[in-house]
């Protein structure tokens, strides 16, 4: 099969669901562009801060990404191209896309307020509660594994403690600091100085561009450059980065990335035009393959390429605090996942022209810069050309990675302090009133996440997937919800809830008792897989506690006790 056939196919069947499916939910909803957004009426210049579209839409890409739209295309890859991208596009376009938009606009519509806020008000403070500590323990777990992904990225010593062949990552983490003071200078530039967003975008590209070619030529090496260090000095920056109002740091740092990740995706899609590679991989190997089955494996292992509740964190969390105008929550929270989607495709068309059962070497993220620097070695780029493409590919996938990373430790920082906050509404006192402070929440929570760290990615990454699609059910739930009691179509979350559910909790079922057998049959694995078995419980009970919670709100007739209009 073509891959530019498939890459047509799919960008055309992405661009009508944009079109006609996400602009017929934004009429259903009734987005309103002249209605005052909370970013303007609650402006405080640390978390409310209102963004020019591009700029938002930057940011909130460059966090939802992450490695899942990589990694997970990649490690389903062995059902077959056809399961997947049909995946793909079908959770995009119905369900991944619709969670993402409906999060950021209800949380438009509740003053920028989380998801487990927004619950509180539609249902009960109880499922709130529960809802928040089932995210926070899942936003450790993306914390933690992907500040291992970034250290594995930028470190140097293998560990046989002797330097690593290549300079790919000293230069991919000497370029990733670079980035930090361009974009403080972004950030001032734009906001205090009034600076017009096109000429300090052109400069802020070419000085991009410059950071690439430096950490190119002058990659960090050293004995020091290793995977610990890397860890504490990202978990420093992220704690720094949890505080620092959004628009010096966090906004101006994830809108530059995103060219970055733009330049990525463009120039895969330029790859597999010019080359026009044949997909050898397997149409459909079988619902059984492995040992694995079709479900629930390939709807959890694609991940965020389809659907990630994490997402919806972000759209409730940070993005909506900084959405300037109603009309641009489906260009950013739709058309964002639309964009991540035709990411996951370009990956699948990438390692489906590597081999025939979606075997690969290396890590997902090195496995398709191999293939997109393989693209342009076919279709006659030099060696230094095609060396280039593959630092540049893997420095965007360590971007996609820094930029949820950061994003998700404001979030754990934004879950704990509404966590600690009084039911009734009061002011809080005692160990309440300490974590309330954002500075004590974020050292509480980066310190569980670096605890987590230690066991490392591969360990973390399986329970993740499940737990993170999982996240997606009580959204869509509240999501519903909340449309009902306004008198707003809600029917359309029905479907993709449902399925969604047996999907993930399946899949936490199976692992909690593969889990459970391994540690069993040797008990001094309790450091890991005992800790799993833990936290898959915990997250699944809590889960399952919520949606028993809302149900009665949404298929009932039960009420809240003081329903607010929106």
Not at 210 to 228: K, Q
Not at 296 to 321: D, E, N, Q, R, Y
Not at 395 to 404: I, K, P
């Amino acid at each position: 099969m073509s891959g530019i056939v498939i890459l047509v196919i799919s960008l055309a069947i992405l661009v009508c669901g944009y079109v006609f499916y996400g602009g017929w939910l934004a009429k259903k909803w009734g987005v309103d562009p002249t209605r005052k957004t909370p970013a303007y009426e609650l402006e405080d210049g640390v978390d409310y801060c209102p963004a020019k579209a591009p700029v938002l839409l930057g940011h909130h890409f460059s966090s939802i990404a992450g490695a899942g739209p990589i990694n997970g295309p990649i490690q389903a890859a062995f059902f077959g191209w056809v399961p997947v991208l049909l995946w793909i596009l079908i959770g995009g376009i119905f369900i991944g896309a619709v969670q993402d938009f409906s999060s950021l606009f209800v949380s438009v519509r509740n003053k920028g307020l989380s998801i487990g806020s927004v619950m509180e008000k539609c249902m009960t403070h109880k499922a709130k509660l529960m809802f928040s500590i089932f995210t926070w323990l899942v936003m450790l777990l993306v914390d933690a594994a992907f500040a291992d992904i970034v250290a594995n990225t930028f470190n140097q010593i293998g560990a046989d403690g002797v330097a690593l062949e290549g300079t790919y990552n000293g230069s991919v983490a000497l370029a990733s600091i670079l980035f930090i003071p361009l974009a403080i200078i972004f950030g001032f530039a734009v906001y205090r100085r009034h600076t017009n967003l096109a000429v300090s975008t052109i400069a802020g590209v070419v000085v991009l561009v410059a950071c690439v070619a430096v950490g190119i030529l002058f990659p960090l090496t050293g004995d020091w450059s290793t995977i610990p260090f890397w860890r504490v000095f990202v978990f420093v920056y992220c704690a720094v980065a949890s505080v620092t109002p959004v628009w010096i740091l966090l906004q101006p740092r994830d809108y530059l990335n995103s060219f970055l990740l733009y330049f990525m995706i463009i120039a895969a899609v330029i790859g597999i035009i010019a080359a026009n590679p044949s997909v050898q991989l397997t149409a459909f190997a079988g619902f059984s393959v492995n040992g694995s089955f079709l479900f629930p494996t390939l709807f959890i292992t694609v991940a965020c390429g389809a659907v990630s509740g994490f997402h919806a964190l972000i759209s409730s969390g940070t993005s909506s605090k900084q959405l300037s105008n109603e009309k641009d929550a489906k260009m950013i929270g739709y058309g964002g996942m639309l964009i991540e989607c035709l990411l996951a495709v370009v990956v699948l068309i990438t390692i489906g022209s590597m081999s025939a059962d979606g075997s690969y070497t290396g890590s997902p993220s090195t496995a398709f810069a191999n293939g997109v620097s393989g693209f342009f070695a076919a279709i006659g780029f030099g060696e230094q050309a095609t060396n280039i493409t593959y630092t540049v590919i893997c420095l965007a996938v360590s971007a996609f990675c820094l930029t949820s990373l950061d994003t998700c430790c404001r979030l754990g920082r934004f879950t704990l302090q509404e966590l600690m906050a009084p039911k009734d509404g009061s002011a809080p006192t005692g160990i309440r009133k300490a974590i309330q402070n954002k500075y004590v929440s974020t050292v509480v929570n980066i310190l569980c996440a670096a605890a987590l760290c230690v066991a490392g990615y591969s360990t973390i990454w399986p329970l993740f997937g499940a737990c993170n699609q999982l996240i997606a059910v009580p959204v869509l739930m509240t999501a519903a919800t909340w449309l009902k009691q306004q008198g707003k179509g809600h029917k359309m979350f029905y479907v993709p809830m449902v399925f969604m559910a047996l999907a993930s909790v399946s899949q936490l079922v199976m692992s909690l008792i593969s889990y459970g057998r391994a540690l069993f049959a040797d008990f001094s694995t309790w450091g890991t897989n005992g800790l799993l078995v833990v936290i898959d419980f915990l997250i699944l009970v809590l889960a399952i506690a919520t949606l028993v919670e809302g149900f009665g709100f949404l298929f009932g007739k039960r009420k809240p006790k003081a329903e607010k209009a929106a």
